[in-house]
């Protein structure tokens, strides 16, 4: 089991916690409202966002790495993080048959606060 609790993930998402965050996937705003609580749902984040007409609960996977720029944080979801650049690896992962691939399959999402 994968525990965030006293991780850099958790510490960046609690400076994300009452902000208004965008949520960037594949170059394209996702997800987007006030921050209110975040938890860990098995290997899954669960986020509740407050938009201008609703309260939204969502979930993301628990990404492979995150890490901070200066324009926000990035989800890394990408293979090569995952297999950690060992190309051996990347070949095994790479033939796998996939039926449906995820949204977060070998991307990165960015969160940044919306000023």
Known sequence: ??????????????????EQVVFTLNNKTWRKGKLL?????GFYLEFIL???TKRETF????????YRKEIGVYFD?????FVQGRPEL??????LEINK??????TKMLVRINR
């Open 1 to 18: 089991m994968i525990i965030i609790a006293e991780t850099v993930l958790e510490d960046v998402l609690k400076g994300l916690l009452q």
């Open 37 to 41: 609580l975040f938890q860990q749902s």
């Open 50 to 52: 407050e938009t201008n």
């Open 59 to 66: 979930e993301v996977p628990i990404p492979f790495e995150v």
């Open 77 to 81: 979801y990408t293979v090569n993080t």
């Open 90 to 95: 990347f070949k095994l992962v790479d033939n």
């Open 101 to 106: 691939k995820s949204k977060f399959y070998d």
